[in-house]
């Protein structure tokens, strides 16, 4: 969490300042294409209008935005100072999909054990330049400096630990490259609320996002440029259709789970972020976060149902409790699907790491659908036949 700078008066009228503070940082003028400035302008507004902030919030919400545009102006860049990056297309990777929340963290780590796969490590994301050995990570400022954010980040909500932990050596999703474009579902849902943009962004294509995005990943992995990618972004279901564009022959694994268990898990996380920004109406945010995301959620699902259609044989699915019940099977299944062998000492990494359970290292992620005001059934049944379809909702024992 960056709060080495105060914030403005008016946010709506900080662009300049913005821009002036991290070109002075990395002196550099250049941001990239200039599509982002959309984006950027509204969440600056937004952020006059829409949150609570209260003193140190308002601080913390200034870095945020100065630290995101600081990793845009990295990666121009490094863009720039490494030429020929780009002439590799990225073939056939592999990327976990699905509404938050439903195992696609578990499923892309546990699978980043792999050797052969190569991921958008954390602080490359923060940093976006051509992976460096691993050997040599903790030599580079970059890597501290996500390290000391990180630790500041779960000093301030500890209880995000249990959630969703995050390392700067781990891989991390793809969103977090996406919002550096400042038109991403990020800023509209996360630290604190953003009605006003939200409103502005569902009426946006994300093509140049996407075609952002795709360049940091062809950045990030121009040192092993025939290593195949594994990605894992919730978000993508939105805009499957963009992912295909990046990526034609990408095998895309889809997780599934009960609605009423994800989405309210979903929004116990982004709440734990609520007392950091704003001091006042909890019961009230919390309420309209969750009619939120339910329907942009199963409005998602539906927008992928159409997407998967036109790629036949190019999506698995997988349900959270077959994965949770049996994930060896699962992974059995998915390496059959993406053409790989699991070989005997992969099959022991894989094995230690579902026995030690990493996901429950920093506790049990508690949440109470009723503080979301809204039941089960009516969560389930913005999702039309989607639970039916996949047989989300677990028997009682």
């Not at 009230?284 to 995301?293: I, V």
Request: charged share 25%; glycine share 6%.
């Amino acid at each position: 969490m960056d709060t080495t700078y105060d914030p403005p008066a008016q946010f709506r009228t900080a662009s300049d300042q913005l821009h002036d503070i991290v070109a002075k940082e990395l002196g550099t003028t250049d941001f990239g294409p200039s599509d982002y400035l959309p984006g950027l302008k509204v969440l600056l507004q937004s952020m006059d209008c829409d949150p609570h902030f209260h003193e140190a919030g308002k601080r913390l919400a200034w870095g945020q935005v100065i630290g995101v545009l600081r990793s845009r102006a990295t990666a121009i860049a490094s863009m720039k100072a490494n030429p020929g990056f780009d002439e590799r297309p990225i073939l056939d990777p592999v990327v976990i999909v699905g509404v938050p929340r439903t195992g696609t963290t578990a499923l892309h780590r546990l699978m980043a054990v792999d050797p052969r796969f190569q991921g958008l490590q954390t602080w490359l994301i923060d940093n976006p330049m051509p992976r460096p050995p691993i050997e040599r990570w903790s030599e580079f400022p970059e890597f501290r400096k996500t390290v000391a954010g990180l630790d500041a980040h779960y000093a301030a909500t500890p209880e995000a630990r249990a959630a969703h932990h995050r390392a700067a050596e781990e891989v991390h999703e793809c969103c977090m490259i996406l919002w550096q474009s400042f038109n991403n579902n990020i800023w509209a849902c996360g630290n604190w609320p953003s009605p006003t943009y939200d409103a502005w962004r569902q009426c946006q294509e994300e093509d140049a996002a996407y075609a952002y995005y795709y360049k940091c990943v062809q950045l990030i992995g121009s040192n092993e440029p025939d290593k195949r990618w594994l990605l894992k972004n919730p978000g993508h279901i939105e805009q499957l259709d963009l992912l295909f564009a990046c990526y034609p022959q990408a095998r895309v694994i889809q997780t599934h789970r009960d609605p009423a268990k994800a989405i309210p898990s979903l929004c116990a996380l982004l709440m734990h972020a609520h007392p950091v920004y704003e001091a006042d109406r909890r019961e009230e945010r919390a309420h309209n976060m969750l009619t939120r995301e339910v329907a942009k959620w199963a409005r998602d699902i539906r927008r992928s149902d159409k997407v998967r259609e036109k790629h036949p044989g190019q999506v698995l699915d997988v349900v959270h409790a077959d994965f949770h019940a049996n994930p060896m099977a699962v992974l059995d299944q998915i390496y059959s699907f993406i053409g790989m062998e699991i070989g005997e000492d992969l099959r022991g990494a894989f094995a230690r790491r579902i026995a030690d359970k990493p996901e429950l290292q920093h506790g049990v992620h508690k949440y109470d659908l009723a503080d979301f005001g809204m039941s089960a059934e009516r969560v389930r049944e913005q999702f039309c036949d989607y639970v039916q379809r996949y047989d989300l909702v677990e028997k009682s024992k």
